[in-house]
């Protein structure tokens, strides 16, 4: 597997970033301001992220999806750690990520890749999203904010 910066005359692999974040609106706004990353395996697109730049030496990693029947097979650590290298590698001091309140295995992956909670955004999903979220069988409605410095 290859983990690649996006090619600008390339179409964004909107069916993944959706399994992330499933307001297509939001996901081309935040696309269009950051830089969006990808996993090849044979040819395929498999895996994306992408990362944007909030404050000075600060980036926020605003999307990480993998193909549904790949999930388990570490390859949304290797994106996660990916993301890291190549903030750290760009000069960022800080990485920030935040997930729903719901996402038990995201929530476990970021602190393995080094990530700490540091916050939780109340509402964030019932303000910026129209419609409700569920997952694992919760609504998702706060953002747990998360940080690691590079």
Avoid: W
Wanted: charged fraction near 30%.
């Amino acid at each position: 597997m290859i983990i690649r910066k996006q090619h600008k005359d390339e179409e964004l692999p909107m069916k993944l970033l959706l399994l992330a974040d499933p307001s297509e609106k939001i996901v081309k706004e935040y696309a269009a301001r950051g830089e969006c990353f990808v996993a090849e395996l044979e040819d395929n697109i498999v895996g994306v992220y992408v990362l944007l730049p909030t404050r000075p030496e600060t980036v926020e990693l605003v999307n990480v999806a993998v193909e549904e029947e790949l999930h388990g097979k570490g390859i949304g650590k290797q994106l996660v750690m990916d993301a890291v290298k190549v903030a750290k590698e760009k000069g960022y001091k800080t990485i920030e990520v935040g997930t729903g309140n719901s996402g038990v295995g995201q929530l476990a992956l970021y602190q393995k890749c080094g990530f700490r909670i540091i916050g939780v955004d109340l509402d964030f999903f019932t303000r910026h999203y129209s419609e409700d979220i569920f997952e694992n069988g919760i609504q998702v409605r706060d953002m747990i904010r998360l940080t690691q410095g590079l």
